[in-house]
């Protein structure tokens, strides 16, 4: 393993760098500006105004659409978060068929791919040298010499992709063992990067043996950042070059004190992959969910109070207007920080393709429609973002058929939609617009300014494309609007507010020959670098499925903002298979007395819509609950079962607050055969109390005498708190279920429910 193709010229000799907390003049970051004492608020919205991307920021910008894999050995135990106590023997997967991973995720129209090689279970997916027992190792996959990393850059080299590496800062493995270096309380000491492995604690200053030409750092360090950076070091001297680093800021249990070098980790990356950007870091931000949801307004440039705490999560909704930017300080997660400086940072959407980042299952496992992973990429890449999608790899090694047609209709969709430009040929009233250069560009005289784009003939048209010269001059628009040229007049199509790297506006078609845009407020003169116009074939619309209050079920089709659309061709099966024309067409709600796993679409102009899949659990009516503890009546047992995702239970949080174990109980009015059930968190996302990561499920036939049908565990809630389902073991006859909380997430002590269905199919 002695690939240094990360070097770049000028870099070959000898270096030991010295690194040290935010010392001044160690690493250069461009994209940072000092906010001084004296400073107005005009004058720190003018500098916030002229703060542009690093040169790696702007590639960065221009991949848009990059993949995620998650895999390892919570592909095997079927749970989000590995507890770091595995059998290193479970990751043992026939084939790791990376170059049919790559070969969709470029046909899907993604530039880069990122694959999670540690995740917070600590197993190490590639042949680090630095933990022989809970990696791939011990995999009985290639007798304990296969590479995961290996095998993707591979593959990655033959299909053009970039690759980016995801390593936990978090490690339960290292929490969890009796020699683990996570929280161990050790001193920090002299440790020179890469360190010998014989001596990793003895005699840190020992060097690995590496080529004469690979840079080495010195730095003040104790068991786990010294662990964690020589494991850093691996990746990025051995299979570059990198072009990304994943950070993740979550954290399923601490231990110790542990605190992590940071400023130590990125100027280490800056040596050895300055191409790199580095997310949780100094130069990509969290969008602040899981889900796909991307801000109205989505500014790059943020206050930040120092390197180390600059890729902290920044999950509000508003972090970098005029209001925000201009403050003395900023909140996360209720810790407060000043603002210190002006920093560029680029909001990476991520979501799963999946509910949930790991394979699980290819029956129950939800995945995304190519309708909602479109909508995600229109929304997030035109929201002045870089969406992120994750794709897990089954046992197999494989992306599983249902995974693999979304990744090509996307694909599809994306090269229909964006590559036709049909303001081709076009002439604008300024210039610079069309020669395909995000460098050039037309600079407004003031914050508010038009210009007008002719097209050689009328067209028909949905989306207009417009991008700001980011790189050579900032962001700076806050308000705009686009008008069409319609029967001799001008019409509003669109309007919003940011624009940044790109925006686009999404309308209802017209058919024109000419538009207008419109800066209508802008931080200082806008410098617009691109137009462009395009039009999308929608597809036939999407259905949703609910049950009525008579418990009957109703399918109906929704528009693109989730408004009921009118009559329509809709089928469906209740056997879990597709439906199509000779599937039961649906006239008027129905009964499903035991509910079922109901699969439904529309058909329109002889093409289907994205098949829309819901498990309904048994009838309601007759139920009758009770919980341990309720708040009030707002937070009563009642709302659990009320059909309204809006509405949930809550346990009391007035002092003495009880803890967990909290129990939830439904006398089901009658004895059903029961097989599972569903647990929805609370979706209100503003915090995370009440979810309920572990407990127990138990049945009975008269309500006392119990009979325990499943032990579950709910990972990562707080970040993706979708709809979980849970199936036993075998099918059990009761009459009565109670769920049992043990923990709840992030450690509180509370517990809540949105709604519970139970499930007798």
Partial sequence: MTNNSYLCKGMLMALTVTVGLCTAGVVEYPQMVEIKETDSAADIIEKAASVRPSTRQL????????????????TFTGVEWGNGKEDPKVFNPPVVDTDQWCKLIKAAGMKKVIITVKHH???????????????????????GKGDVLRNLVNSAK???LKIGVYLSPADLYQMESADGHYGNLSKYQDSIIPTAVDTF???PMKQRKVPAD????????????????NQLYELLTEYGPVHEVWFDGAHPKRKGGQKYIRTEWFAMIRKLAPQAVIFGGPDVRWCGNEHGGTRDSEWNVLTIDSLQVCGYDRPNKDIATDSQITSPGYSVYGEKFKSNS????????????????FWRNDTEQHVKSIDEIYDIYERSIGGNSVFLLNIPPNREGKFSPRDEKCLIEVGKRIRATYGVDLAEGATASVKNLFDDNIKTYWQADDTTASFTVTLPAAKKINRVMLQEAVSEVGQRVKEHAVDAWVNGQWKQVAAATTIGYKKILRF????????????????????????????????????????????SVSIFGVTPD????????????LDGSKPDKNATLYQKPFALPKGGRLNARTFANGAYGPVESVYLGLPKNDWKVKANSSHAAQWSAEKAVDGNPGSFWHTSWAEPSPNHPHTFTVDLGKVESVSGFSYLPRQDRRIPDGMIETGVVEVSLDGQKWTKACDFTFGNLVNSPDQRLEFFDKKHKARYFRLKSKTGAAGKPYAAMAELEIFAH
């Avoid at 590639?59 to 919570?74: S, T, V």
């Avoid at 027992?133 to 995999?139: I, L, P, R």
Wanted: hydrophobic share 35%; with cysteine.
């Fill in 59 to 74: 590639e960065y910008h221009q991949e848009e659409f990059i993949a995620f894999i998650h895999f390892g050995p919570n």
């Fill in 121 to 143: 279970d600590g197993y190490c997916t590639w042949k680090t040298r630095y933990n022989n027992t809970f990696s791939v190792h011990q995999s009985p996959w290639k007798n």
């Fill in 158 to 160: 033959k299909f053009g």
């Fill in 201 to 203: 604690r003895t005699d």
């Fill in 214 to 229: 690979w840079p080495t750092f010195k730095v003040s360090a104790d068991d786990y950042n010294r662990y964690f950076m």
């Fill in 342 to 357: 002006l920093h560029y940072l680029i909001s990476e959407v991520d979501t799963s393709i999946r509910h949930g980042w």
């Fill in 508 to 551: 209802d078609s017209v058919t024109t020959d000419k538009f207008r845009v419109r800066i209508l407020d802008a931080r200082k003169a806008a410098a617009i670098a691109s137009f462009a116009a395009h039009y999308y074939q929608s597809p036939p619309l999407p259905v949703k499925v609910k049950r009525d209050a008579d418990g």
């Fill in 562 to 573: 989730s408004k009921p659309a009118g009559d329509m061709t809709i089928y469906y099966t």
